[in-house]
């Protein structure tokens, strides 16, 4: 079983920078993908960036590309995701998700979900 524990949120101002990360345990990164999703209060939930499976490539929204990039640390078994240039609009609660995707902007193509860490971008 897959465990996946996120951490790296916080509040900081329009434009500023954190670095989330997922660090997984159970299974080694690498036999599956990585993705992140979050869900702003009242919205729907959105997915952010994937490290892809199906398609080998990592994957951004549109909304975030040029902004977030995933990185790994496979020692640590750890993938980040470092976000710059944030914006209010960034706000939510973002979590950290493992599986096979064949559609990695799909919630539904992944099985296990960390329980997720608030960010907070203030205008």
Same mark, same amino acid.
């Given at each position: 079983q897959?465990?996946?524990?996120? %951490? $790296?949120g916080g509040?900081?101002?329009a434009g500023g920078s954190l670095r989330l990360s997922c660090t997984g345990?159970?299974?080694p990164f690498g036999t599956y993908a990585i993705g992140w999703f979050r869900q702003a209060p009242g919205k729907a939930r959105e997915f952010v960036?994937? %490290? $892809?499976?199906s398609t080998?490539?990592?994957?951004?929204?549109?909304?975030?590309?040029?902004?977030?990039?995933i990185?790994?640390?496979t020692t640590k078994n750890t993938v980040y995701m470092?976000?710059?240039s944030l914006k209010p609009e960034d706000t939510a609660f973002y979590y950290c998700v493992?599986?096979?995707p064949r559609v990695p902007s799909s919630p539904y193509e992944y099985d296990i979900w960390g329980r997720g860490t608030q960010v907070a971008v203030s205008s």
């Open positions: 897959v465990q996946l524990v996120e %951490s $790296g509040l900081v101002p345990s159970g299974r960036a994937s %490290s $892809g499976w080998g490539k990592p994957a951004y929204a549109d909304s975030v590309k040029g902004r977030f990039t990185s790994e640390d470092q976000m710059n493992a599986g096979w």
